[in-house]
């Protein structure tokens, strides 16, 4: 007994001195710009975003409140807690947190207990057992403990990859709202777009009815011609097909909103303002609190770049699972309990029983099933690998690609403003000169055309223009950072 006590011992503290096997973790390397292609100068006082400064690091308030419009925070608010798909990513996270728990729990013994009666009754028929015809009863209680030491780091490398996808689920749950709550602003901002159309087209329908009614007057007096009338009615009845079409594109952007924030399109009603209000914030707004940065920030910021980075660490981990496959398992038992015949001596000390070893396991040939299981793991690492450096190359073409549309849609804004000034100045002289008879009606039709054109172009540059701003916000990662990750600790434990 002492003998096998003590080889026990010598085995445990074997295994507590094992070695973890497999590679350890180091994140892939990357190309990365020392600054944006679009940046513009520090200095550049017109432009929509603003250099980081020293302060940018502190906590700020959530991303939409910049815009300053309370009907967009109070549906943003409801995005995190209502938003179904933002729900499904909250439950996978709660799923890998339990599976990060599960793989720790083979670090600890595992302990079970069994209580049982039974009654065997043997043939009186066979011959020569002395048990033949006899009833015999069985009354057990037993408990067995066993435990499974990591000597070669097969337990260890599994929870570091619990841990990992644990982490990754935490971040696609924050890449999951970011991504909500950007499709919220942008549809939100969209609407308030149509909005300002219809309010344009309704402005246009009043003063086409005036311009309608002028021409039948002139008409009457015999200073205008039939078609002449015809043209002013045809414009004026095309124009309210126009602002009826717009019913469409407004039905469905209420509809989207209402299902991004949990709710169903029936009883879902949104009124809001128009996108050109003289209150409404400029775009650029949202972008001077948010700074831009440096891109190596930019991998601290993106929750998706961080969901992809620890399912790295996680396939790392998981090539030590299957390297630790070549090496034998150790497991330590132990069982103990009572039994009897008879009730009443159930309980006394004769009736125990009890079993202590080791046991030892070990694949002699498997024919190459472990070589390519852990060729299947070095291969999974490695597309993990080719999925990050992707997830960030995507994420420097996201910014990019906004900031340059942000800059291009400032400077086609002021452009297409001096287009609407310059097309209003002409409808102004071409109605004068018609209202003296110097030219006929279709010439007003044809600049009133441009105007409406031009006006409903200019409203479609500042709705992209606040789309873009919303993209940006997004692909710098919504001021997230990576220190909002769950440790490894909070990850694996149960709440």
Excluded at 6 to 26: E, F, H, K, N, W
Excluded at 148 to 160: F, K, M, N, T
């Amino acid at each position: 007994m002492r003998h096998l006590a003590r080889s026990i011992a010598l085995l445990t503290i074997s295994a507590l001195a094992g070695c973890t096997v497999g590679p350890d973790y180091v994140r892939p390397d990357l190309a990365v710009p020392a600054a944006y292609k679009s940046q513009p100068p520090s200095d550049a006082a017109s432009q929509d975003w603003k250099p980081a400064q020293p302060a940018d690091a502190k906590p700020r308030a959530p991303w939409w409140e910049i815009y300053g419009d309370p009907q967009l925070n109070a549906l943003e608010e409801r995005v995190a807690s209502a938003n179904q798909t933002v729900a499904a990513a909250a439950a996978r996270f709660r799923g890998a947190r339990a599976a990060a728990a599960q793989a720790r729990s083979a670090w600890f013994p595992t302990v079970t207990a069994n209580a049982a009666f039974n009654q065997t009754r043997a043939s009186s028929n066979v011959l020569y057992k002395s048990s033949a015809g006899v009833t015999v009863p069985d009354y057990l209680v037993d408990a067995q403990i066993s435990w499974e030491p990591d000597l070669w780091g097969r337990i260890s490398r599994a929870v570091e990859g619990g841990r990992a996808e644990a982490q990754a689920s935490a971040a696609d749950l924050q890449s999951a709202l970011l991504s909500m709550q950007a499709e919220l602003a942008t549809r939100y901002f969209e609407l308030r777009g149509t909005v300002e159309e219809e309010r344009l087209l309704q402005a246009t329908l009043q003063a086409y009815e005036k311009a309608l009614a002028l021409t039948q007057d002139r008409f009457a007096g015999g200073v205008a011609a039939e078609s002449d009338v015809a043209q002013a009615e045809e414009q004026l009845r095309a124009t309210q097909a126009q602002l009826i079409d717009l019913e469409t594109t407004r039905t469905s952007l209420v509809n989207a909103i209402a299902i991004l924030v949990g709710e169903t399109p029936s009883s879902f009603t949104l009124d809001v303002a128009p996108l050109n209000e003289a209150h409404s914030p400029h775009p650029a707004a949202a972008l001077d609190a948010l700074p831009l940065g440096v891109p190596s920030a930019l991998l601290e910021r993106r929750p998706d770049i961080a969901a992809a980075e620890r399912r790295v660490a996680e396939a790392n981990a998981r090539v030590g699972v299957a390297t630790a496959a070549f090496f034998p398992n150790l497991l330590l038992a132990a069982t103990g309990g009572l039994e009897a015949t008879r009730f009443s001596s159930w309980l006394e000390a004769p009736s125990r029983f009890w079993s202590l070893g080791p046991q030892l396991a070990f694949t002699v040939l498997d024919f190459g099933g472990r070589a390519a299981a852990r060729d299947a793991a070095r291969a999974a690492y490695d597309e993990s690998v080719a999925d990050y450096r992707q997830t960030v190359l995507t994420a420097f073409g996201q910014v990019e690609d906004n900031l340059n549309a942000l800059d291009v849609l400032r400077r086609e804004s002021e452009a297409q403003r001096k287009a609407v000034d310059a097309a209003q100045r002409a409808l102004g002289k071409v109605s004068n000169r018609y209202e003296n008879g110097a030219i006929t009606y279709l010439s007003v039709v044809v600049t009133q055309a441009i105007v409406l054109s031009d006006q409903r172009t200019a409203v479609s540059i500042e709705r992209r223009r606040m789309a873009a701003s919303v993209a940006l916000v997004k692909a710098l990662g919504g001021g997230w950072s990576t220190a909002a990750l769950p440790s490894a600790e909070e990850v694996s434990r149960r709440d």
